[in-house]
C-alpha cells in the first residue's frame, strides 16, 4: 500500500466500524480451551438490559478491553464474557409504563402474559448498552453472551437455591426490610439510596402510669409511634434509672408500653429515651426480639395506615397520617418541642419513593456461614483489591454481616423455587418433578409455586462460573475459572464483590480444576485473583454525573464527534486509580490532537518508505540494527523503557500511568523527536542502501509503537499497521506485544540526547528571540562543561553525532571545546548565550542581523514591556481591585505580571549580548 491511500486527515467515522465488522467477523475476539496457552479471563459486570452507554461505562470497559487486549497480544488465550442482568425491578417498570400508556396494568394481563409480554419488550428493546458497547471497540467473545434470565442461568440459580436450602442456609422469616410502597416489594440495602433531607425532630410527652411524671421522646417519624410496643433507656443512664420496668401511655392510642433497659440506648440522642417500634425500625426489630416485645406493623403494603391504628387515621397515607396524628397529639398537649433536623432519608433507586422499614414474611439466606472464608481469600493476598484500601471496607462489611433478604413481590425474575402442597408442607426442588418426589405427590395432586421472584443479584452472584455453564461440568468451567481480574465500581463491593466470592468458594469447591482433579484450595475456589475498582466520572464541577442534572454527555455523541479512540485514550488518561475523574467532552480534544499525531507521523514514514524503497515490500519481522548512530540508539533505549514500564503499570492497574507512557513516548521521543532526527538522514546525502536501513528501523520502531498502543486505541493502530507492510490476513490484535530488551536500554545515551534536544531548543530559542532570518547559517560555540560535557569530551563518535544533528536541525556549525573548571577561555563578543546543564552556549550574532536595528528593537519593547508591567503592579497594588475583583480575574493580572518580568528579563540579556 502507498501512502497516496492513506488519506491527509484521519476519519474515525471511515475507520472504526469497518473494522470492529472485520474483527468480529473473523472471530478474532474468541477464545477457546488451548491447553498450550494459560488462560486470562474477564467477566463483564452485567449491565441493566433497560440500560444506555454512560460515561460510567466508557471507563469500566475501556480499562477491561486494555487488559484483554494486552494479554491476548501477550499470548494468552483471553476471553472477555459478556452480557446483561435482567434488572428486575428496573425492566418490570419499563414494561409496567409501556401498559400504562394503553390504560391497562400488569393485573389485568395476569403473570404469565404479562412475564411473556417482558420477554417481548425485551427482545424488542433490550441489549441497547451492547450493540453501544461495540462502537466503543469492545472485543468480546460474543458467542459467550449470557442474560441472567438464561436457560443455563436460570438452571444455576435453581440449583444454588436448592443447595442453600439443604443446607439450612435459606429460610423463610419475619424480618424488618427496605420496603417500595409503590412497587410493593422489598429492596436489599444497595437498592436504596440515601440523601441528607431537612426534616424536622419532634419531641413528645408519654404519660408514666401513676405518677403525674412524663418521659420525653424524640422521633423522626411520629406516624410510626402507632406501633409502639416499649419505652428504652440505656441502663447505665442516672436520668431515667428509676423509670425501669415501669409503664409508660402511648398518647392517642392509650397503649400499654413497658419500660425496658438496654445498653444499645445512645443517651446523647434525643432525650435518651428511646421509642421501641419492632414492626417499623431495624434496630427496634433486633431489640425487640432480645426483650420478646410485640410486633405491631401499622401499615398496609402500600404504606397506608392499617386497621391496628385508632379508627380516625385507617386508610391515610402515611404522611397525611403524620400531619393528622401531630393535630392531635397537639391538642392533647403532648408535643414539648419541634426542631429543624438533617437526617438520611432512604429511598427506592428507581422510582424514588421514600423506602418504609416493614416487617414482612421474606426469604432469607444466611451470610454469616458463608463470610468467613470470603473474608480469608482476601485477607491472605488470594484475592488483591486495587486500591487496596478498599479491602478494609470489604472487611468491615463481611465482619458485620446481616442476612440478605433475596424474595422480591414482583413478576419478573427468577422465580423463587419452592413448592407448597395443600397439606402445608414444602420444599425446594429444581423442578416440579422432583418437588412431587420430594413432597412424596403423586402425579396431579394439587402443587403451588412461590408467588415471589429472587432479587437480581441472586443470579449475578453467580456470574463467574454461571456464563460458563455451570452446573454442567465442562472444559471452558475448569479453564477459565478461576477468572484474573474484574473491573467493576466500588459501590457494589460487598453487594455483588463479595457475594461472587461467598458463591464462587461455595459452589466451586470439589468441582474439577484444569487437570480434572477436585478443587481444594483457595488458589483454585475464588472467583477472580485481582479486583480493580473504577474512579467515578463527574463534569468539570465535580458533580456525580446523571441524567437530572443534564450534566452527562451521551457516550455515543461524543463518539461522532472524536471518535472511539479518542474517547478511549482520554477517560484512561483522566483516571488516577482510586480518584475521581473530572471529565467534560472537549477533554477528548486531547485523544482526537493524540490520533492526528500518530497519523501524520504514519503518512510522513509512509511517503518516505514510497521514495526510497519504491513497490519493494519492507520486511518489519525484526530490527536491523547496522548502521545504528546515537538517535537510533536512543530511540530504542526509550522504547525498550516506554515498554517495560507500560507492561509494569499495566500490571499494577495504575491505567492512567500506562496511557501516559504510551503518549509520552509517541508524542514526544517519537514524533517530537526521532522523526525530526531521521529527516535529516531520510533527506542528506547517505547512499540509498544506508538510507533503506534508516527508514527500516524507523518504520519497525513506529509498528512496535502501534504495538504498544493497541489496547488502548484499537482502530488507528490497526490501520497504520496495515498500510506498512503485507500483511496476509493478520490484525495487529494477534500479533505479539513488544518485549522489553535489556541490553538496548543505553542509560548515558539517553542523558546525552537530552542534553541534544535542550541545546537545539537553546539555539533555535536564540533564533526565534533573536530573529534571525531561517535561511541565514549561523556558528555554535559549545563550550563543554560539567558531568555531560566530561563524558562528551572523551567520547569522538557521540560528539560527532550531537554535532551533527545540532548543525542540521539548526541550519549551524557547531564548533565544540572543553574547558576544566578554573580555565579561562575568551567569550565571543556580540553574542546570544544560553547554558544547557553547565555548557554554555555562545552564537555569534555579527553579519547575522543589523545589531544598532535589533538594539532599538530590543530597547523599544524593553520599554513598551515594563510601561504595561508597571500598570499592572498599580492595579494589584490597589486594595479595592484585589478584594473585590473575581479570584480568578486578580490570578490572571498576576499571571500577566509573572510572564511579562520573565520576557523583559530574556530580553534585557538579550540586549546585553549585542555588546
Request: neutral net charge.
Amino acid at each position: 500500500m502507498s501512502a497516496s491511500e492513506l488519506s491527509k486527515v484521519y476519519s474515525p467515522k471511515e475507520v472504526e466500524d469497518r473494522w470492529y465488522a472485520q474483527w468480529e467477523s473473523r472471530g478474532l475476539f474468541n477464545a477457546n480451551v488451548n491447553k498450550d496457552k494459560s488462560p486470562y479471563t474477564i467477566v463483564i459486570p452485567p449491565p441493566n438490559v433497560t440500560g444506555m452507554l454512560t460515561m460510567g461505562h466508557v471507563l469500566n470497559n475501556t480499562i477491561q478491553d486494555i487488559l484483554i487486549r494486552w494479554k491476548r497480544m501477550q499470548g494468552f488465550e483471553a476471553c472477555w464474557i459478556p452480557g446483561t442482568d435482567h434488572a428486575g425491578i428496573a425492566t418490570q417498570n419499563a414494561v409496567e409504563k409501556s401498559l400504562a400508556k394503553e390504560g391497562k396494568n400488569r393485573h389485568d394481563l395476569g403473570r404469565e402474559k404479562f412475564v411473556e409480554r417482558v420477554w417481548e419488550w425485551k427482545e424488542q428493546y433490550g441489549g441497547t448498552i451492547i450493540r453501544q458497547l461495540r462502537k466503543l471497540g469492545v472485543s468480546c467473545d460474543w458467542r459467550r453472551e449470557r442474560f441472567t434470565m438464561d436457560e443455563g442461568l436460570s438452571d444455576a440459580v435453581k440449583e444454588v437455591f436448592v443447595r442453600l436450602y439443604d443446607k439450612g442456609l435459606v429460610y423463610r422469616g419475619k424480618y424488618i426490610v427496605n420496603w417500595c410502597p409503590f412497587h410493593q416489594t422489598a429492596l436489599s440495602d444497595d437498592e436504596v439510596d440515601h440523601s441528607e433531607t431537612n426534616g424536622h425532630l419532634y419531641y413528645f410527652r408519654y404519660p408514666i402510669e401513676g405518677t403525674k411524671e412524663f418521659a420525653v421522646i424524640a422521633t423522626t417519624r411520629p406516624e410510626t409511634m402507632l406501633g409502639d410496643t416499649a419505652l428504652c433507656v440505656n441502663p447505665k443512664d442516672e436520668r431515667y434509672k428509676h423509670l425501669i420496668g415501669k409503664t409508660a401511655i402511648l398518647p392517642i392510642v392509650n397503649r400499654k408500653l413497658p419500660i425496658i433497659a438496654d445498653d444499645y440506648i445512645d443517651s446523647s440522642f434525643g432525650t435518651g429515651i428511646m421509642k421501641v417500634t419492632p414492626a417499623h425500625d431495624p434496630n427496634d426489630f433486633l431489640l425487640g426480639q432480645r426483650h420478646n416485645l410485640p410486633q405491631t406493623n401499622v401499615f398496609y403494603e402500600k404504606a397506608r395506615v392499617n386497621e391496628s391504628a385508632p379508627k380516625q387515621y385507617e386508610g391515610l397515607d402515611r404522611f397525611e397520617c403524620r400531619k393528622e396524628l401531630l393535630k392531635d397529639l397537639e391538642t392533647g398537649g403532648f408535643v414539648v418541642k419541634v426542631e429543624p433536623y438533617v437526617h438520611n432519608v432512604g429511598k427506592c433507586y428507581r422510582c424514588h419513593t421514600v423506602v418504609e422499614p416493614w416487617l414482612s414474611d421474606q426469604w432469607f439466606v444466611k451470610m454469616r456461614p458463608l463470610a468467613a472464608k470470603a473474608l480469608r481469600v482476601v485477607n491472605s493476598g488470594k484475592i488483591k483489591f486495587h486500591p487496596e484500601r478498599h479491602a478494609k471496607v470489604y472487611e468491615h462489611w463481611m465482619m458485620n454481616i446481616r442476612d440478605w433478604c433475596i424474595s422480591r413481590q414482583i413478576w419478573w425474575g427468577h422465580r423463587i423455587p419452592v413448592y407448597y402442597a395443600d397439606d402445608g408442607r414444602s420444599t425446594a426442588a429444581r423442578n416440579e418433578t422432583e418437588a412431587r418426589t420430594r413432597l412424596n405427590l403423586s402425579a396431579g395432586t394439587a402443587l403451588r409455586q412461590d408467588d415471589d421472584v429472587l432479587d437480581t443479584w441472586f443470579s449475578s452472584w453467580l456470574w463467574p462460573f454461571s456464563t460458563l455453564g455451570w452446573p454442567r461440568e465442562n472444559e471452558d468451567l475448569r479453564y477459565f475459572n478461576p477468572t484474573d481480574t474484574l473491573v467493576t465500581g466500588p459501590d457494589i463491593i460487598f453487594f455483588w464483590v463479595a457475594r461472587m466470592v461467598m458463591a464462587n468458594l461455595e459452589f466451586m469447591e470439589g468441582e474439577k480444576n484444569n487437570n480434572g482433579r477436585p478443587r481444594k484450595s483457595d488458589d483454585e475456589l475464588v472467583p477472580f485473583r485481582d479486583v480493580y475498582f473504577t474512579s467515578i466520572v463527574r463534569d468539570l464541577q465535580g458533580r456525580k454525573m446523571s441524567k437530572s442534572l443534564g450534566n452527562s454527555p451521551d457516550p455515543i455523541d461524543v463518539i461522532g464527534e472524536y471518535g472511539a479512540d479518542a474517547l478511549r485514550f482520554t477517560i484512561s488518561y483522566l483516571a488516577p486509580l482510586g480518584q475521581d475523574i473530572l471529565f467534560g467532552k472537549e477533554k477528548c480534544e486531547l485523544g482526537r490532537n493524540f490520533a492526528n499525531k500518530i497519523w501524520n507521523a504514519g503518512r510522513f514514514l509512509l511517503m518516505n518508505k514510497q521514495e526510497i524503497f519504491g513497490s519493494d515490500p519492507v520486511a518489519l519481522d525484526k530490527l536491523h540494527t547496522e548502521r545504528m548512530d546515537i538517535a537510533d540508539r536512543w530511540i530504542l533505549s526509550r522504547l525498550n523503557h516506554a515498554v517495560k514500564d507500560f507492561d509494569t503499570a499495566l500490571s499494577e492497574f495504575t491505567i492512567n500511568e500506562t496511557t501516559k507512557i504510551a503518549y509520552d513516548f509517541i508524542w514526544h521521543d517519537f514524533c517530537d523527536w526521532y522523526i525530526e532526527l531521521v529527516k535529516t538522514r531520510f533527506y542528506g546525502g547517505e547512499p540509498n542502501e544506508v538510507k533503506r536501513v534508516v527508514v527500516q528501523r524507523a518504520l519497525w520502531v513506529f509498528d512496535q509503537a502501534l504495538r504498544l498502543l493497541h489496547p488502548i486505541m484499537p482502530f488507528i493502530t490497526e490501520e497504520l499497521w496495515q498500510h506498512f507492510a503485507d500483511r496476509n490476513g493478520a490484525s495487529i490484535m494477534k500479533t505479539a506485544f513488544p518485549v522489553s530488551d535489556e541490553k538496548f536500554v543505553n542509560a548515558v545515551i539517553e542523558r546525552e540526547m537530552e542534553f541534544l534536544t535542550k541545546v537545539i531548543e537553546a539555539v533555535r530559542n536564540i533564533r526565534g528571540e533573536l530573529n534571525v532570518p531561517p535561511s541565514k547559517q549561523i556558528e555554535v560555540q559549545m563550550h563543554l562543561h560539567g558531568e555531560i560535557g566530561e563524558r562528551l569530551a572523551v567520547n569522538a563518535q557521540d560528539v560527532r553525532g550531537l554535532l551533527g544533528y545540532i548543525d542540521r536541525l539548526c541550519k549551524a556549525k557547531t564548533v565544540p571545546s572543553w574547558h576544566r573548571d578554573g580555565e579561562q577561555f575568551q567569550k565571543p563578543k556580540a553574542a546570544a548565550s544560553a547554558v544547557v546543564e553547565g555548557t554554555e552556549i555562545y552564537v555569534p550574532l555579527e553579519g547575522l542581523i543589523d545589531l544598532d536595528a535589533e538594539r532599538k528593537r530590543l530597547e523599544k519593547e524593553i520599554v513598551r514591556l515594563q510601561g504595561m508591567i508597571e500598570g499592572i503592579e498599580r492595579k494589584l497594588g490597589n486594595a479595592s481591585f484585589v478584594e473585590r475583583a473575581p479570584k480568578e480575574v486578580v490570578e490572571k493580572e498576576r499571571e500577566k505580571q509573572r510572564n511579562m518580568t520573565e520576557n523583559v528579563q530574556k530580553l534585557q540579556a538579550n540586549f546585553l549580548g549585542l555588546h
